[in-house]
């Protein structure tokens, strides 16, 4: 009678089969393999293991013998299946990435599964599993645009660095305008909300002009210091500044971010900023060049 090999665990390796064996996000195979080998090593046989978990001993015996040879790692996965290799994806795999990444079709933006597989004479399927092998999805649009603020690194490593390692004794605020709000009313007032009616209001709406809503936020408490304006110039802007000044613990430094808008540079700005030193402005990179 064959003696089945005995399976010794290490902590690591019982911590990890345990796991795997309660898992529920773990594949089903995975965990029988993990409560095979859990088995055998509590020394049961193969056909007493076979038995309590309803399976074929040949199986038992299989993944036993992989796992005392490869370990975990053995059984954590299938090894690769045999067969003929696929030739025919060999031969055109490269000519289906230079087409989907070089070329476009004649009258679409971008080749889908069905006219690159036409183009080429193969099959859609083949064309799918290139695509997918490769990462490549032609259907999707991501849109960018580089920068071209000539002291890019500096702002971007300044402005992360504020998020990551704050400096001590200093609040770090991200401040910003939205200015053109539009100021909207309703022709009429909505009628009252009553027992089988939502609420209503009329279709039309009249203007009462626009304004410009400034605001900082501190993003580690969520805590936001806000004010609307009639305007967006330098004057709203130091007006600002002073609401966070008196809004904000005296002790503390400021460190704010913010944009490279021209209103934020203006030298009556500058000027108020030096005769108060707790002020610290970071501006952040531009996607256009901003001559300083």
């Given at each position: ?214 605001a900082a936020i501190d993003m580690t408490r969520g805590k936001v210091i806000a004010s609307c304006m009639p305007r967006h110039r330098h004057q709203e802007w130091i007006t600002f500044l002073k609401q966070i000044d008196e809004e904000t613990p005296s002790q503390l430094d400021l460190h704010l971010i913010a944009d490279n808008y021209a209103t934020h540079k203006h030298p009556k700005v500058v000027a108020w900023l030096k005769r108060h030193k707790r002020f610290h402005i970071h501006f952040i990179p ?7």
């Amino acid at each position: 009678m064959r003696v089945p090999q005995k399976i010794t665990l290490t902590k690591k390796e019982k911590a990890a089969l345990e796991r795997w064996s309660k898992g529920r996000q773990v594949p089903v195979r995975q965990a029988e393999r993990a409560k095979i080998v859990l088995l055998a090593a509590a020394d049961l046989s193969n056909q007493e293991i076979a038995a309590k978990m309803a399976i074929k001993p040949h199986t038992v015996g299989r993944w036993r013998s992989r796992f005392a040879e490869l370990r975990v790692v053995g059984i954590e996965k299938d090894l690769p299946r045999g067969g003929r290799p696929p030739k025919q994806r060999e031969e055109v795999e490269s000519k289906i990435i230079s087409k989907t990444t070089q070329q476009t079709p004649k009258n679409a933006t971008h080749w889908s599964t069905r006219s690159l597989a036409a183009d080429l004479g193969v099959s859609q399927s083949l064309v799918h599993r290139v695509w997918k092998s490769n990462g490549l999805k032609p259907h999707l649009i991501r849109t960018f645009k580089l920068s071209r603020d000539p002291l890019f690194e500096e702002k971007l490593i300044d402005v992360v660095g504020l998020y990551l390692n704050p400096p001590e004794k200093a609040l770090v605020l991200s401040v910003d305008e939205k200015s053109q709000i539009q100021a909207l009313d309703r022709t009429q007032p909505g009628l009252p909300i009553v027992r089988g009616r939502c609420g209503t209001m009329t279709h039309d709406y009249k203007r009462n002009g626009t304004t410009t809503l400034f605001a900082a936020i501190d993003m580690t408490r969520g805590k936001v210091i806000a004010s609307c304006m009639p305007r967006h110039r330098h004057q709203e802007w130091i007006t600002f500044l002073k609401q966070i000044d008196e809004e904000t613990p005296s002790q503390l430094d400021l460190h704010l971010i913010a944009d490279n808008y021209a209103t934020h540079k203006h030298p009556k700005v500058v000027a108020w900023l030096k005769r108060h030193k707790r002020f610290h402005i970071h501006f952040i990179p531009t996607s256009s060049c901003w001559l300083e």
